[in-house]
């Protein structure tokens, strides 16, 4: 799906979120329930990416958070971009976004 463009808002002060235009399949994926700060998270249950901008301490119910990747630059944009704003998710430079058989 990447690059991809995510409509993101932050309903609870500690990550910006938005939903996926469609689902990742993270059937045995690691499964993280403290997520860190900068770092983007997939939550299956409702195919959302979550951009962690604040550790409040606050753990994450179960099937938990699987994580995508880290935020290398701009986190404080984020952190600072309010309540609705759009965000542009793209692999890593030398990254492959899909992979050969």
């Known amino acids: 799906m990447l690059p991809l ?5 932050d309903p609870m002060g500690q ?3 938005g939903r996926l235009p469609a689902p ?3 059937s045995g994926a ?6 860190r700060e900068g770092e983007l998270y997939y939550w299956a249950p409702s195919h959302t990416v ?7 301490g ?16 701009g986190l404080s944009s984020i952190d600072e ?9 793209e692999p890593a430079t030398g990254t492959p ?4 058989s």
């Open 5 to 9: 463009r995510v409509s993101m808002g």
């Open 15 to 17: 990550a910006k979120s």
């Open 24 to 26: 990742i399949d993270v």
């Open 30 to 35: 690691a499964r993280v329930f403290d997520p």
């Open 50 to 56: 979550a951009i962690f901008h604040d550790d409040l």
């Open 58 to 73: 606050q753990s994450v119910p179960p099937p938990g958070l699987v994580r995508l990747g880290v935020v290398d630059s």
């Open 81 to 89: 971009a309010g309540n609705s704003f759009l965000v542009r998710i």
């Open 97 to 100: 976004t899909t992979m050969g």
